[in-house]
Every structure is written in C-alpha cells, then in structure tokens.
C-alpha cells in the first residue's frame, strides 16, 4: 500500500505561483506513473499532467504548470504559475501502478487527501 501526502496548497493572487508537493510512502512509486489532477465544486475531477520519465500536460495548463519529480526523495512536485481564479480547487496527487500515461482518475491506483488551492482576483 502506498501513502501519498500532498502539501504547498493555500491562497495566492491572480498572477501568483505556488508549487505543490506531494510525497509517497515508498520506493517503489519510482516506478509509477504520477499524475497531478484537480476537483473544484461541483465538478468533475479534471487531470492535470502526468510523469513517467518525460511530463505531460492537460492543455488547460500547459505553458503554466511544471510536474516534476525526485526519484531519490519519492517526491512529485506541481509547479503553478500565472495563476487564475478559475484555478481554485482541490489538487490531488495520484500513482499509477502500470507505468504508462493516463488521464482518467480510475486508472490510478492511489490517491493523496487533497490540498486546497485558492486564487483570489
């Protein structure tokens, strides 16, 4: 069973960055597909970008946020620029088991508890 514990959220102006972290239990997610996604209310929850060795991003995001990763420390990182109102929600670390890039919440096997991101006007 793997733990995944997200941190960095909080509130920031429009224009403003944050970065999100999000750190697992175990070696073993080295080997994972990381994902970051977002849920605000009522709504769906939306993928953001994923990683295996090279990222991938939702075009709603693309050219402002970073996913990254550190292998030694078992970290995932989201980076977050330019930020906008309409980026206010509930961001989500998730692990796939099966190395290789999804974008559907089912595919992943383990999910963070969620940091609450708000972005003023």
């Known amino acids: 069973q793997v733990q995944l514990v997200e941190s960095g959220g909080g509130l920031v102006q429009a224009g403003g960055s944050l970065r999100l972290a999000c750190a697992a239990s175990?070696?073993?997610?080295?080997?994972?597909?990381m994902a970051w996604f977002r849920q605000a209310p009522g709504k769906e929850r939306e993928f953001l970008a994923a990683?295996?060795?090279?990222?991938y991003y939702a075009d709603s995001v693309k050219g402002r946020f970073i996913i990254s990763r550190d292998y030694a420390e078992k970290t995932v990182y989201l980076q977050m620029n330019n930020l906008k109102p309409e980026d206010t929600a509930v961001y989500y670390c998730?692990?796939?088991?099966?190395?290789?890039?999804?974008?559907?919440?089912?595919?992943?096997?383990?999910w963070g508890q969620g940091t609450q991101v708000t972005v003023s006007s």
């Open positions: 990683i295996t060795r090279t990222p």
């Open positions: 998730a692990a796939r088991e099966t190395y290789g890039l999804a974008v559907r919440p089912r595919d992943y096997d383990y």
């Open positions: 175990s070696g073993t997610v080295r080997s994972y597909t």
